[in-house]
């Protein structure tokens, strides 16, 4: 069993940058492949970004490319999200998920483990 635990999510003004984490435990760590997902009320969760096992391979949804970044410290069990240019819409619950997989995906029905989530809050 993986167990994911999200921290660095907070209130921000339009504009700023905000860094998420995500530790993962349970298993080795290098085996996983990350990804990040957002959700608002009333909306499906929908994929911000994600990496592959080694780092290698990114992907990103494309209302956050160029603004968000998705690394990995496989050494710390952390998988992280740099937000930066942050705008109002990116209001929203962040979630880690981690998948039994080498490649990064976008499906969330393809990760096999989620934390609990970590609000972020971008005010105008």
């Known amino acids: 069993q993986v167990q994911l635990v999200e921290s660095g999510g907070g209130l921000v003004q339009a504009g700023g940058s905000l860094r998420v984490s995500c530790t993962a435990s349970?298993?080795?760590?290098?085996?996983?492949?990350m990804g990040w997902f957002h959700q608002v009320p009333g909306k499906e969760r929908e994929s911000v970004a994600a990496?592959?096992?080694?780092?290698?391979?990114?992907l990103y949804a494309d209302s956050v490319k160029g603004r968000f970044t998705i690394s990995r410290d496989n050494a710390k069990n952390t998988v992280y999200l740099q937000m930066n240019s942050l705008k109002p819409e990116d209001t929203a619950v962040y979630y880690c998920?981690?998948?039994?997989?080498?490649?990064?995906?976008?499906?969330?029905?393809?990760?096999?483990?989620w934390g609990q989530g970590t609000q972020v809050t971008v005010s105008s």
């Open positions: 349970g298993r080795t760590f290098s085996t996983l492949a």
């Open positions: 990496i592959s096992r080694s780092g290698g391979s990114t």
């Open positions: 998920a981690a998948r039994l997989s080498s490649g990064p995906s976008v499906n969330r029905h393809l990760y096999n483990y």
